[in-house]
């Protein structure tokens, strides 16, 4: 009786993966209150603005998951051209935020356009190889359209200077591509063509980003200096050990030792307290959140949308895989933030968009299944 009196709008929401959403969103509240700067933990400043942001965001995707998906379809362009306006306004306007003028500041609201495209380039994508014919899309029209459409949003956020995004939305470009069927052989030449361009590449960074890539490579160089973000992290993950030192215990993150533990190295911090079980315990929530978004893209009957929860999925992948790979120094530390859980309303903001979105393709998939 009590399942029958909740209405079927609510009833049909994905609850199994609202409830791992929950669990990573409570995991960054608990990580937030224990590397508060106030000793012994703090609701403020970090935890208490993480779970506001995180009800308000998740209410924003659940209402997104009832909007039809070929509503996004057809306003993807606007969509797009008002993500590029945004980008010039930042520019022109915006905040300087760690090294680079990614923010606007709107009274009330402090937004990162970048992070917001992400999203908006997986429906532009989307939309363009759902209206090619499958034959064409061995072909050289299939390729440079989207680099068309690529172009403008990586430009203005390299000069903004903001490697990290960029990088992201070109990873999750070149991931549509190869589900959309382009052929395997220019990727492997793209592949190529970019490992003989990086010691070009590497000549056009500023020197604070030649700087990260170098110390990536050898970060014990400068252990006290430039490497000390990699060779902290390290220390605070390999010292938790199996089970950890205990929440509200860990001495990197509290002593202030681990630089910028709420936002990129939030995993570390973690690790540190609750040991290889917890941080294999995140992993495995992500596995199950990146599981049930590649099935929704899998039961997609549209090509569309199955290119639209397939392009989300892998953004929310690229986050997490680039997070924990800059954290265990697999990877040059570009500021890319563990997704739901670190400190920042951008990056959530964007998480929740793309998980809205996927419900929105969920539901049109449970609602027709015999759709074609």
Known sequence: MALAAIPR???DLPWRMLWIVVALGLAGAVALYSVSPVQGGSFRPYALNHIVRFI??????????????????????AAYSGGILLLIVTLVIGTIGGGARSWLEL??????????????????????????????ARGWAALWPPLLFLGPPILLILLQPDLGTASLIVLTTIAIMF??????????????????????????????????VLIFL???????????????????????????????????????????PHTDFIFAAIAEEWGLVGGLTL???????????MKVAADAKERFEKLTAAGLTMTIFFYLAINLMMVM?????????????????????????????????????RRDPRRT
């Open 329 to 365: 120094g697999l990877a040059p530390v570009v500021g890319i933030p563990l997704p739901l859980v670190s400190y920042g309303g951008s990056a959530m903001l964007t998480v929740m968009i793309c998980l809205g979105l996927l419900m929105a393709i969920d539901r049109q998939n």
């Open 179 to 212: 589900l959309a069927g382009l052929p395997l052989a220019w990727f492997l030449g793209g592949a190529a063509a970019l490992a003989g361009a990086i010691q070009i590449a590497f000549s056009f960074l500023l020197p604070h980003q030649r700087e990260r």
């Open 107 to 136: 009274g009330f609201l402090r937004i990162q356009p970048s992070e917001v495209m992400k999203p908006v380039l997986v429906l532009i994508l989307a939309r363009f190889y759902a209206f090619m014919p499958a034959r064409e």
């Open 218 to 260: 050898n970060p014990e160089q400068d252990p006290l200096g430039a490497g000390y973000h990699i060779s902290q992290s390290q220390i605070a993950i390999g010292s938790g050990s199996l089970f950890g030192k205990g929440f509200l215990n860990g001495t990197q993150a509290s002593g202030d030792f681990l630089p910028e």
């Open 9 to 11: 709008p609510i009833a």
């Open 283 to 293: 992993i495995l929530l992500f596995t199950l959140l990146l599981r049930w978004g």
């Open 56 to 77: 308000a965001f998740l209410g924003l995707a659940i209402g997104l998951s009832y909007v039809r998906p070929r509503l996004f379809q057809e306003f993807a362009w």
